[in-house]
């Protein structure tokens, strides 16, 4: 859930995701392709730091 505390894009990805898919951001961090998004997301953040 840091990634989505932290990351507003990556929140915003994840809130859409919520209410397609009808789930709480705490359950919706725990599936696969959320997870992959979210690897995305932080490397991105982490890489445009540099």
Not at 16 to 44: L, N
Request: with cysteine; proline share 2%; aromatic share 10%.
């Amino acid at each position: 859930m840091e990634e989505y505390r932290i990351n507003d894009e990556f929140k915003a990805y994840v809130d859409r995701y919520c209410i397609k898919h009808q789930v709480t951001p705490e359950q919706a961090v725990e599936h696969m392709v959320v997870k992959h998004v979210e690897k995305e997301y932080r490397d991105r953040r982490i890489n445009c730091k540099r």
